[in-house]
């Protein structure tokens, strides 16, 4: 059993809007000087250290706790969840 | 969305021949339910709507009192409950977003929300508590950014509640007479829609609300996003100093397919619009979906094109979006084209009257011997079961939600909230008393004497501060209409409403009527919500700290009425009983009698006795000023009954007033002139609360104690355990 | 005497702070749009409370960003008195014209409650009027109040006497409960509380007295400016 670092990225789903990730674009890159950006998206992340026997168990089993305890809400979320040795 | 196969049939041979797809979209979300109120519409005429301060004018969506000088209130109450039992957060949120675009639709700013919160066991249930405690975040968030404040509200916890959410927001505004938007159209007036752009969010939400909760796969949510609300009700006030609004409508349930057929049948004009000139959030949708998109913060705007100059400079400003989407024609219909191409073409009649309904209705089975009375034990001291009402979710202060929510921010709160009533400060030098209330225990009991038991509660909430009730708000939530028996006990709440409106001269100001609150193990209980809206010509009662020495005097009767009361499910675990009844003859003498007493300035504050009962309304006299008081019970009026019935009874039409010893004859005196049972029951002093009977103790407890344990279980429940 | 409100989008508190100014304290108040260079003539400039920009991405940060922040900027260095309430201190903060900043509330909930002040500096244009630790009951409404500095740059502060107003008990965990602080001239102020909300007595169960000495200071120094 070793230490995996789980990362899990809650946002909105495609197609729900994203009000603040609206405002930080348009009220603030675009109003200085960054024209080449197009969009800005926010998502919370919450960071997992768990022990498991591989990247793939820590990785289901982060899943199944997000799940479970509605660490998202699968109405207006999804999560990507992404291991990597601790 | 689906039509039945009768309405479909009708909706054939009203217009001759097949309806296209997007007629179908149009009408299915315009017949629905929630838009066209199809089984309630025909009994809630009996309510009496006008009165002396009512201004009526078409196509409003809240009602408008005349508060004198030039000045005018508005009033609404809505419920976002199936949107909020899925996405707490976002649907107490939009709820409050929705309601408030119906009080500045009638060129009104918003001034104050109070909400109703309704849940499952939260000490039991985990998802009842997550649904809590994000639906409050959920309201906080969006009414404080746009600096509304939050002045009152009640929460609730019942098991029939379990899995799902009730969330009832009502919204005041308020404004000068000649700023009313006039809702008129012109041939040839443009056709505008402002604010947020049309997305997928919320598709077939009225239908969704219209449906019983079966599962959790649905697509009905929508994202709050109160900067742009914010952004869009200082436009629209901009606008409308500007006098560049002829007509308004807010866009809720059924999206733009509703605002175009309601506003156009109201104005009694036509509308032809194009989907293409709507601003969409996707590139890719369907004009079906755009036509009944629930996206929030949109409203729909009818002005002329020399005004629009003028708007589309305000929109610049507050970098809000605005598109002309079409024009007012006379031909009566609501003409929608893609690309030049026609895709409905239905007269306005069809689509915004659905045919009215007449369901059955039958005496529930169940209410055959619900009032049948329990006795419980009696006990020597009460003092051990007072501690775990006062802890008790339903009873326990509500200080963890109401602060969460800027009750301040306006400048105009002179009564917070944690009172009786809350009140506003008006620019006429008067004041508005306002508050909600509902009783499902006692409404699944007596729906029809538990709704009046709603409306008296409002009533004597906004006369213990002073003020004269002037206008209701009515919100009716019940399960399947189609269910005789739960038609049968809307039916009867609707009486039982108007005859005390009626007898009052309260007028019904606004309402809503929310069916279809089912959740997996069956219907809710009858739920109606009654918010008061109660006027102060002068001064409202300024409540005074109670000192040692003070006295309590009680006005009206106990009876020995423990049915719904929470002594006798809460701690008893027993629903039935003898419901509470209102004696429209004493309820109106005690009324009148507080507020006489109020005006002659000889009190120091005035409390309804309610939730808890009289047991309950002493403690938190107390808790609220940290002294103790010493009640008689033999001195409690009303007949003689056993002890735990004097403390616990939740008995309508009754006020605890408190006042300095000094006052006590004068005080006397009035209240005989009135006529109405009254006693001097208990002094102030000490450090304990404590009830006599036969002068011997049955109920001690130290205020400190009672105070802690009553401010601090709610919070307690929410984040721990 | 010219005050200005500066209004930004999501700015919610500018009727309140307009109506105070100009209704209970008789200054001639003018709304200064965010988007329009700042008016020459202004003896004071308030920035009220609000959520500019929805609060979004943190508050005040976005507004911080406005053409108007540079222009007041070059006001303040000539010495005029600038207020920051609520969102308006988070502004100047977030602008670098106030040290510190302002973190979400340790109970991670928005908090409306009446507190108790302390004043610790009475030589700023908005406290000239107070005793040294006179007590000011004031209303609060924030979700991201808790004040917080490094304890290098909290040494500082002390040392130039520029902790304007501490809470009077720990409400959101505040570094050293500090409520308000001003710049090292002094002539800018940021505070949490609301003192528009407490000027009045009727919407103040408390005691409205102490609040209105805020704005009575404001007139005090302006009547010698000029």
């Not at chain 2, 109070?114 to 499952?120: P, Q, T």
């Not at chain 2, 109401?402 to 944690?418: F, L």
């Not at chain 2, 006299?621 to 019935?645: F, R």
């Not at chain 3, 501490?166 to 940021?190: E, M, P, R, T, W």
Request: hydrophobic residues 35%.
């Amino acid at each position: 059993m070793v230490d995996y670092c789980v990362h899990v990225t809650i946002e909105n789903k495609p197609g729900i809007s994203d009000p603040e990730g609206k405002t930080i674009l348009n009220d603030l890159v675009l109003k200085g000087t960054h024209q080449n950006v197009s969009k800005i998206n926010t998502a919370k992340m919450l960071k997992f250290t768990i022990t498991e026997n591989n990247k793939e168990s820590a990785q289901s089993k982060v899943r199944e706790i997000c799940d479970e305890l509605r660490i998202y809400n699968p109405m207006v979320s999804v999560v990507t969840i992404d291991a990597f040795d601790a | 969305m689906n039509l039945e196969s009768h309405e479909l049939e009708e909706l054939k041979s009203k217009i001759g021949r097949e309806p296209t797809s997007t007629e179908l979209q149009i009408v299915a979300a315009e017949w629905s339910e929630h838009c066209s109120y199809k089984s309630s519409k025909k009994h809630l005429k009996m309510l009496p709507m006008d009165g002396p301060l009512v201004i009526k004018e078409k196509g409003y969506d809240s009602g408008v009192l005349d508060v004198g000088d030039g000045y005018v209130i508005t009033a609404h109450i809505e419920s976002h409950n199936h949107p909020s039992a899925v996405e707490p957060y976002g649907g107490a949120a939009t709820g409050v977003g929705g309601v408030i675009r119906d009080i500045l639709s009638a060129g009104t700013r918003p001034i104050a929300l109070l909400d109703g919160l309704r849940f499952g066991d939260i000490e039991k249930d985990q998802h009842a508590k997550w649904l809590f405690k994000n639906a409050v975040t959920g309201i906080a968030d969006y009414g404080n950014c746009l600096g509304i404040p939050t002045v009152g509200g009640e929460v609730e916890f019942d098991e029939c509640y379990t899995n799902y959410a009730m969330v009832d927001v009502a919204a005041i505004g308020f404004g000068k007479k000649e700023n009313l938007i006039k809702n008129h159209a012109k041939k040839g007036d443009l056709v505008v829609l402002l604010g947020g752009a049309t997305g997928r969010d919320g598709i077939g939400g009225s239908q969704f609300a219209s449906d019983s909760l079966e599962s959790e796969d649905r697509s009905a949510v929508q994202i709050p996003d109160p900067f742009i609300e914010k952004l869009i009700i200082e436009a629209i006030l901009e606008a409308r100093n500007e006098k560049l609004i002829h007509a308004m409508k807010d866009l809720g349930g059924g999206g733009l397919s509703c605002a175009v057929s309601e506003t156009a049948d109201s104005l009694d004009i036509g509308i032809e619009m194009d989907v293409d000139k709507v601003h969409t959030r996707e590139s890719d949708m369907h004009s079906d979906e755009i036509m009944i998109s629930e996206s929030q913060e949109r409203m729909l705007i009818v002005t002329d094109s020399e005004k629009l100059i003028k708007l589309q400079d305000i929109c610049k400003k507050f970098r809000i979006d605005c598109s002309v989407i079409g024009h007012v024609t006379f031909d009566n219909k609501m003409h929608v084209k893609k690309s030049g191409k026609t895709i409905a073409n239905i007269s306005t009649d069809i689509v915004a009257n659905a045919t009215l309904l007449d369901l059955p209705s039958k005496k529930p089975i169940y209410l055959e011997n619900i009032e049948n009375t329990k006795s419980f034990p009696l006990l020597s001291d009460y003092s051990e079961i007072m501690l775990i009402l006062l802890a008790s979710p339903n009873i326990a202060s509500k200080i963890w939600v109401y602060g969460q929510y800027d009750h301040e921010v306006g400048i105009r709160t002179v009564v917070k909230p944690g009172y009786d009533a809350s009140v506003l400060r008006l620019d006429n030098g008067k004041f508005l008393s306002i508050k909600i209330d509902g009783n499902p225990k006692q409404c699944y009991i007596n729906p029809r004497e538990g709704a009046i038991g709603c409306f008296e509660e409002a009533c004597r909430n906004v006369v213990c501060t002073g003020a004269k009730p002037i206008g209701m708000l009515d919100h009716l939530q019940f399960g399947n209409p189609k269910d005789p028996e739960i038609f049968w006990t809307f039916l009867e709440s609707l009486k039982g409403l108007t005859d005390f409106a009626k007898d009052f001269e309260i007028p019904c100001i606004g309402g809503k009527v929310s069916l279809y609150n089912e959740t997996p193990k069956g219907s809710i209980k009858p739920t109606p919500v009654i918010g008061v809206l109660g006027l102060i010509d002068k001064t409202p009662l300024r409540i005074q700290k109670i000192n040692s020495g003070d006295c309590l005097i009680m006005i009206g009767n106990t009876k020995d009425e423990l049915g719904g009361s929470e002594y006798s499910e809460y701690i008893h675990k027993f629903i039935g009983g003898k419901c509470p009844v209102v004696d429209f003859s004493d309820s109106k003498k005690n009324m009148n009698a507080v507020l006489e007493i109020i005006k002659t300035e000889l009190i120091k504050s005035a409390h309804d006795c309610s939730k808890g009962g009289l047991a309950v309304a002493v403690s938190e006299l107390c808790m609220t000023n940290l002294i103790g008081c010493t009640v008689s019970l033999e001195n409690v009026p009303g007949d003689k009954l056993d002890n735990d019935k004097i403390l616990f009874s939740e008995s309508h039409s009754r006020y605890l007033v408190t006042f300095e010893k000094k006052n006590l004859q004068n005080l006397e005196e009035l209240l005989k002139k009135h006529n109405v049972s009254f006693k001097t029951i208990g002094e102030f002093g000490g450090e304990s609360i404590q009830f006599t009977a036969d002068s011997k103790p049955i109920l001690d407890l130290s205020v400190d104690k009672a105070q802690k344990t009553w401010l601090n279980s709610l919070k307690e429940m929410v984040m721990h355990a | 005497m010219n005050v200005g409100v500066v209004v930004f989008p999501g700015s919610n508190c500018d009727r309140d702070m307009f109506h105070v100014l100009s209704d209970v304290f008789n200054l001639n108040v003018h709304y200064c749009w965010h988007a329009k260079p700042l008016p020459e003539n202004l003896d004071a400039v308030v920035l009220p409370g609000g959520f500019s920009y929805g609060d979004r991405l943190r508050a005040g940060v976005i507004a911080a960003h406005s053409p108007i922040i540079q222009d007041i900027k070059k006001i303040s260095e000539k010495g005029i008195p600038i207020l920051g309430v609520c969102n308006g201190f988070q502004i100047l903060v977030e602008s670098g014209l106030l040290p510190g900043v302002l973190l979400k509330n340790d109970s991670l909930n928005f908090m409306c409650e009446w507190t108790n002040l302390t004043v610790e500096n009475n030589k700023t244009p908005f406290t000239n009027q107070f005793e040294l630790n006179q007590k000011i009951p004031i209303p609060i409404a924030n979700g991201e109040g808790r004040y917080f500095v490094d304890d290098e740059t909290l040494d500082q502060l002390e040392r130039k006497n520029q902790i304007v107003f501490k809470y009077d008990q720990v409400v959101n965990g505040s570094s050293n409960q500090i409520a308000g602080v001003c710049n090292d001239d002094g002539n800018i102020v940021g505070m949490m509380p609301h003192p528009e909300r407490a000027v009045e007595s009727e919407i103040n169960p408390h005691d409205n007295k102490p609040s209105s000495l805020i704005f009575e200071s404001l007139l005090k120094k302006m009547d010698v400016n000029n």
